[in-house]
């Protein structure tokens, strides 16, 4: 984690490249997403066990496999934001009030 964190805070330019990757694997991995899963459950409760067979369960698990791939593309969207945002706080001094 640390290395990532090296990694995130020295090259600015590449963790903004990633930073838009990880949003448009979010943005695909979820796109339309609740729709399916509810649709999914609805062919569930319509038919019963009896479309395991049919290929609805595998259906389930691959719907359940994009919403954790949407998962980790929003979670490293917002560790690289985070980094990001350190990284110009930082640069950016404090006004002085010594006035």
């Known amino acids: 984690m640390n290395r990532l964190k090296t990694f995130l805070t020295h090259h600015t330019a590449s963790t903004f490249v990633l930073m838009g ?31 395991i067979g049919e290929g609805a369960g595998q259906q389930l698990l ?11 593309g929003y979670l490293l969207f917002k560790i690289c934001e985070h980094s990001l945002v350190e990284h110009f706080l930082d640069r950016v001094s404090p006004p002085d009030y010594r006035d």
């Open 62 to 72: 691959e719907l359940i496999g994009y919403g954790y791939l949407a998962l980790s």
């Open 21 to 51: 990757i990880a949003c448009g694997v979010f943005g695909l991995a979820s796109f339309n997403l609740a729709y399916l899963f509810k649709a999914n459950l609805t062919l569930f409760l319509d038919y019963g066990t009896m479309v």
